[in-house]
């Protein structure tokens, strides 16, 4: 479906009664990510998503760079007509959201979301791991360009930082377990970082990502969503997590020093 010609903003109370597009949250009018074609074409030069965990390999973005909305901002669909969802200016955490765009067109800018499209339980038990939505690109103000990008190998069980021009700084790291997998496929980025010490995490903060379980509503149990996460674990090799990325120290001091937003590609 073609996008309306004539696009009319929607009211601050219109867009306050969308449902805030956040790390728990499933809204169904989000778009897995690497299914937009719909939507419109690529501008020139622009980077691709990556795809949902059932799908092929990621691509990595060759430039991004962050962004932060002033006001919250209306999400919308492959229609670009109706609102389907809210994205706060501030995330769970009280701090500005990171936006991270991955193609514009025109007015519009495809940004990669923080919520889920689908939940396990009701899609035969694989759900996409990333989700995307179309933004008006006149809400975007930048931050700073993106240099550095995460690479996870579940085979190789490792996590390689990659900055062109730099030698890659790769670690052995913890996946998930046959039962509770880490997606594959699949480009996110990091939304968040903190302390937890209920979580056992009062030294090293826990790298949030915006990916999701693609094989489990909550694989850890509780509320959370189903994230995964990048953190510092004791016990950091094998297939041992419910689907987080479990580092050793020096590993996640080497990721906490990369700025929020920074994408992570997750392959086989």
């Not at 074409?41 to 962050?66: E, F, I, L, N």
């Not at 990091?190 to 909550?218: F, K, M, N």
Request: hydrophobic content about 40%; overall charge negative; charged content about 10%.
């Amino acid at each position: 479906m073609a996008p309306a010609e004539v696009y009319v903003a929607p009211t601050a109370d219109a867009i306050a009664a969308l449902p805030e597009a956040k790390y728990n949250a499933t809204i169904a009018g989000l778009m897995p990510a690497g299914q937009s074609a719909a939507a419109g074409s690529p501008a020139a030069g622009s980077p691709a998503t990556g795809t949902p965990a059932t799908g092929s390999p990621a691509t990595v973005p060759g430039a991004a760079a962050t962004f932060h909305l002033s006001v919250d901002a209306a999400l919308y669909g492959a229609d670009r007509v109706t609102p389907v969802a809210r994205l706060a200016a501030s995330n769970f955490l009280g701090d500005p959201t990171v936006v991270v765009p991955v193609q514009t067109v025109g007015d519009w800018t495809l940004i990669l979301t923080p919520s889920r499209q689908a939940l396990p339980s009701a899609n035969n038990g694989s759900a996409p791991a990333q989700t995307t939505a179309w933004i008006r690109t006149s809400l975007l103000t930048k931050d700073a360009d993106l240099v550095s990008h995460i690479d996870v190998s579940l085979g190789g069980q490792t996590l390689t930082i990659v900055t062109p021009g730099q030698p890659d700084q790769s670690f052995a790291v913890g996946v998930g377990a046959p039962d509770t997998p880490t997606p594959t496929g699949v480009t996110g980025y990091i939304q968040a970082r903190y302390l937890d010490a209920s979580q056992g995490e009062s030294v090293y903060p826990i790298q949030l990502t915006s990916l999701h379980s693609a094989a489990a509503d909550e694989p850890f149990g509780g509320s959370d969503g189903g994230l995964i996460g990048v953190h510092f674990e004791q016990e950091n090799t094998g297939q041992i997590s419910h689907g987080c990325i479990r580092l050793p120290a020096d590993a996640i001091t080497a990721v906490n020093a990369l700025p929020l937003g920074t994408l992570i590609t997750i392959t086989a």
